[in-house]
């Protein structure tokens, strides 16, 4: 399975010249790199191993003012090559870049301790020592990129790890972090990164976050060699159609759509070498991107992340926590927390078993193919977990908050109900605006849906202290026949036409049922004589004014009772019949 490795230790110990006695290439691509003889920015290349399997290897700079670039490359290695200078030893780098690596969890590696030909025998075995020391349990192997000695016995050392090595997980959603950005004439813009999950083919249909465009693959690079597809481990390259260069940069996730989330705030279990106060302000590294950050703690060894600007992860990332120099790493427990602290909720993430993670991770309700990627498990283990929490079309959810959401729209519609006894309930629309479970959610709710309505079973809109009012529209409604009435309690009045005491008309204007009926009967008569009735014909036999007979006309047409062809109306059909 494809693998990648990468460099480490202090500046100017030999990665690059390494690399290139291992690969044949020469990584230090900038100008300004080959001027200075040090690498600044993150170099590539593939490396074969006497098994046939390769690997891709990172080099990464060794300065300790570009210990951040170091971390964007770190992030998605699956083991290391540390890079020791036989007569210079360990220096401040070397243990850093060691202290990153296992903090991003990077435990499988070689030790190559070089220059083995610039110093007498007895300086390399005590560097080997050393060493051996530094990383126990790794393999420590002396080598010269100058006469070549040790580079066969480095890459066995390589090949023997790689086969003890756990590849990343293929069967999970397409996860790229975009590393280099550039373009290429009559191609287009390309991105590079390691592919985290997934694979990437020709003609898949991708998200570029956090911007949320949708890209579409042209073509697929795996060591500038063209594949029809890229899997999890390997440095990929990718064409991307259509957009320009400068819409994407270094930290850019490239995602299956929709399977992961995107957030501002991540919950993590803490791993410190240096005190983290509960407030700080530090540079989170997560993938490749290095995001400002404030630490809110959470109880003993946990936090949680605010972020300055969002970024796709799943549980189980590991990040890098920087000051001035590395003061931490730690492990994600969710990639999208409320931004309620919850010391219980982190202890159930921290548990690990599937019914522990989807309990902590589910609240309100998640999509349940999202929750696989958030929570990083395969089928048997989130069909395991959703065991702990209640599924419906596809949505998962825990009973706690469905009881607690139960209450809180039972509340919600006792007080409209006190408050307006006329128009008791509320929308659904208006229940829960905006979400997408919404429809979900209210069939599993103690309410009553009344059409577009949500009420409290049982509840009925009364007139209550109304009814005063209600009696004196009436009597005025009786008073002026067939002429309309202006009401300007619109709410009374869709109390009224409800009851059957009033007909509405345009403009907050209303009848009383009565008249409307002899209005209706007054029309229908007249076509049933004469084939049709004008706006001035009507107006004249109801004895009315312009303004109420267009008003009872237009009233006739929404009931379906009337149609009109140009200045004149004539009877529907059905009401042809029916007449």
Same mark, same amino acid.
């Given at each position: 399975?494809? $693998?990648?490795?990468?460099? %480490?230790?202090?500046?100017?110990?030999?990665?690059?010249?390494?690399?290139?006695?291992?690969?044949?290439?020469?990584?230090?691509?900038?100008?300004?790199?080959?001027?200075?003889?040090?690498?600044?920015?993150?170099?590539?290349?593939?490396?074969?191993?006497?098994?046939?399997?390769?690997?891709?290897?990172?080099?990464?700079?060794?300065?300790?003012?570009?210990?951040?670039?170091? /971390?964007?490359?770190?992030?998605?290695?699956?083991?290391?090559?540390?890079?020791?200078?036989?007569?210079?030893?360990?220096?401040?780098?070397?243990?850093?870049?060691?202290?990153?690596?296992?903090?991003?969890?990077?435990?499988?590696?070689?030790?190559?301790?070089?220059?083995?030909?610039?110093?007498?025998?007895?300086?390399?075995? $005590?560097?080997?020592?050393?060493?051996?020391?530094?990383?126990?349990?790794?393999?420590?192997? #002396?080598?010269?990129? /100058?006469?070549?000695?040790?580079?066969?016995? $480095?890459?066995?050392?390589?090949?023997?790890?790689?086969?003890?090595?756990?590849?990343?997980?293929?069967?999970?959603?397409?996860?790229?972090?975009?590393?280099?950005?550039?373009?290429?004439?009559?191609?287009?813009?390309?991105?590079?990164?390691?592919?985290?999950?997934?694979?990437?083919?020709?003609?898949?249909?991708?998200?570029?976050? @956090?911007?949320?465009?949708?890209?579409?693959?042209? !073509?697929?690079?795996?060591?500038?060699?063209?594949?029809?597809?890229?899997?999890?481990?390997?440095?990929?390259?990718?064409?991307?159609?259509?957009?320009?260069?400068?819409?994407?940069?270094?930290?850019?996730?490239?995602?299956?759509?929709?399977?992961?989330?995107?957030?501002?705030? $991540?919950?993590?279990?803490?791993?410190?070498?240096?005190?983290? %106060?509960?407030?700080?302000?530090?540079?989170?590294?997560?993938?490749?991107?290095?995001?400002?950050?404030?630490? %809110?703690?959470?109880?003993?060894?946990?936090?949680?992340?605010?972020?300055?600007?969002?970024?796709?992860?799943?549980?189980?990332?590991?990040?890098?926590?920087?000051?001035?120099?590395?003061?931490?790493?730690?492990?994600?427990?969710?990639?999208?927390?409320?931004?309620?602290?919850?010391?219980?909720?982190?202890?159930?993430?921290?548990?690990?078993?599937?019914?522990?993670?989807?309990?902590?991770?589910?609240? !309100?309700?998640?999509? /349940?193919?999202?929750? #696989?990627?958030?929570?990083?498990?395969?089928?048997?283990?989130?069909?395991?977990?959703?065991?702990?929490?209640?599924?419906?079309?596809?949505?998962?959810? &825990?009973?706690?908050?469905?009881?607690?959401?139960?209450?809180?729209?039972?509340?919600?519609?006792?007080?409209?109900?006190?408050?307006? @006894?006329?128009?008791?309930?509320?929308?659904?629309?208006?229940?829960?605006? &905006?979400?997408?479970?919404?429809?979900?959610?209210?069939?599993?709710? @103690?309410?009553?849906?009344?059409?577009?309505?949500?009420?409290? @079973?049982?509840?009925?809109?009364?007139?209550?202290?109304?009814?005063?009012?209600?009696?004196?529209?009436?009597?005025?409604? %009786?008073?002026?026949?067939?002429?309309?009435?202006?009401?300007?309690?619109?709410?009374?009045?869709?109390?009224?036409?409800?009851?059957?005491?009033?007909?509405?008309?345009?403009?907050?204007?209303?009848?009383?049922?009565?008249?409307?009926?002899?209005?209706?009967?007054?029309?229908?008569?007249?076509?049933?004589?004469?084939?049709?009735?004008?706006?001035?014909?009507?107006?004249?036999?109801?004895?009315?004014?312009?303004?109420?007979?267009?008003?009872?006309?237009?009233?006739?047409?929404?009931?379906?009772?009337?149609?009109?062809?140009?200045?004149?109306?004539?009877?529907?059909?059905?009401?042809?019949?029916?007449?």
């Amino acid at each position: 399975m494809p $693998l990648t490795v990468g460099t %480490a230790g202090h500046v100017d110990h030999g990665k690059t010249a390494l690399v290139r006695a291992l690969t044949g290439r020469d990584t230090d691509r900038l100008p300004e790199e080959r001027a200075r003889g040090i690498s600044i920015d993150l170099g590539y290349a593939p490396l074969e191993l006497p098994s046939g399997r390769t690997l891709s290897l990172v080099d990464v700079p060794g300065h300790e003012r570009l210990v951040r670039t170091m /971390v964007a490359g770190a992030t998605g290695l699956d083991l290391f090559l540390l890079v020791v200078d036989a007569a210079e030893g360990a220096r401040l780098q070397t243990h850093e870049h060691l202290a990153v690596l296992r903090l991003l969890g990077v435990e499988h590696g070689v030790v190559a301790v070089t220059k083995a030909d610039a110093v007498d025998g007895e300086t390399v075995e $005590l560097a080997v020592e050393e060493a051996r020391e530094l990383v126990p349990g790794a393999p420590v192997v #002396a080598v010269s990129g /100058v006469t070549g000695s040790g580079l066969d016995e $480095l890459r066995a050392a390589l090949d023997a790890v790689a086969a003890e090595t756990t590849p990343r997980r293929a069967d999970f959603p397409t996860r790229l972090y975009v590393d280099r950005v550039f373009t290429l004439r009559g191609i287009g813009t390309v991105v590079t990164g390691t592919l985290w999950s997934g694979t990437v083919e020709e003609g898949d249909r991708l998200r570029l976050e @956090p911007s949320g465009r949708e890209v579409r693959v042209r !073509s697929v690079q795996v060591h500038d060699r063209a594949v029809t597809r890229a899997e999890a481990g390997q440095r990929v390259a990718v064409n991307l159609p259509g957009v320009e260069r400068q819409d994407v940069r270094r930290g850019d996730a490239l995602v299956a759509p929709g399977a992961f989330p995107l957030s501002y705030r $991540l919950e993590v279990d803490l791993e410190e070498l240096e005190p983290i %106060a509960d407030g700080a302000r530090l540079s989170v590294h997560h993938g490749t991107s290095r995001i400002p950050a404030r630490v %809110a703690r959470v109880g003993e060894g946990h936090a949680q992340l605010r972020l300055a600007t969002p970024v796709v992860a799943a549980r189980g990332d590991r990040v890098v926590l920087r000051a001035e120099t590395t003061v931490g790493g730690a492990v994600v427990l969710d990639p999208a927390p409320p931004r309620r602290l919850d010391a219980e909720r982190d202890r159930l993430l921290g548990e690990g078993d599937p019914r522990s993670i989807v309990s902590a991770l589910v609240h !309100s309700p998640v999509r /349940v193919e999202q929750l #696989a990627a958030r929570a990083l498990l395969d089928r048997a283990e989130l069909e395991e977990g959703l065991d702990a929490v209640r599924v419906v079309d596809g949505w998962a959810l &825990s009973e706690a908050w469905l009881e607690e959401t139960g209450a809180a729209v039972e509340e919600r519609l006792r007080a409209r109900a006190e408050s307006s @006894p006329l128009d008791p309930g509320l929308a659904a629309a208006e229940v829960f605006p &905006s979400e997408p479970w919404a429809s979900v959610v209210l069939e599993l709710l @103690p309410v009553e849906r009344r059409g577009p309505t949500v009420v409290l @079973p049982g509840t009925a809109a009364t007139l209550g202290a109304r009814e005063q009012a209600a009696q004196e529209v009436d009597r005025e409604l %009786a008073a002026s026949g067939l002429a309309a009435t202006k009401l300007d309690d619109a709410g009374l009045a869709r109390f009224l036409e409800t009851e059957g005491r009033l007909v509405r008309l345009g403009d907050g204007f209303a009848v009383s049922t009565p008249a409307y009926e002899i209005a209706r009967d007054l029309v229908v008569r007249e076509c049933a004589a004469a084939g049709e009735v004008t706006l001035s014909r009507f107006r004249d036999l109801a004895g009315i004014g312009r303004r109420d007979a267009q008003l009872l006309l237009e009233r006739m047409d929404v009931d379906g009772l009337t149609r009109r062809l140009g200045d004149r109306r004539v009877l529907r059909r059905a009401a042809r019949t029916g007449a």
